[in-house]
């Protein structure tokens, strides 16, 4: 069975939002930050900037064992990043 991949553009402010839903289909992840400040990964919504991982501005992230959810906030103003799921 042949990879899909889905990919749309979030935009992330200060406040918390969901990256991606959990899925257990999923075979990769892929975060592209396409704005000017650094945004954080984090692996549940009550965590803060200082707990997750952060993507500066033109930098990316990629997972390849990862189906739960997981959440982003930017460290300041609002970004512009790219998500990229990959599933069976």
Do not use: F, H
């Not at 200060?14 to 400040?37: D, F």
């Amino acid at each position: 069975m042949a990879k899909k991949a889905l990919t749309r553009p979030l935009t992330v402010g200060t406040s918390v939002i969901e990256l991606v839903k959990e899925n257990p289909t999923r075979k990769g992840l892929l975060v592209y930050n396409n704005g000017s400040a650094t945004v954080y990964i984090l692996s549940a919504q009550n965590l803060t900037t200082s707990d997750g991982i952060p993507v500066a501005a033109g930098a990316s992230y990629e997972n390849d064992n990862c189906t739960g959810e997981y959440w982003i906030v930017a460290e300041s103003g609002t970004q512009n990043v790219r998500v990229e799921e990959d599933t069976d």
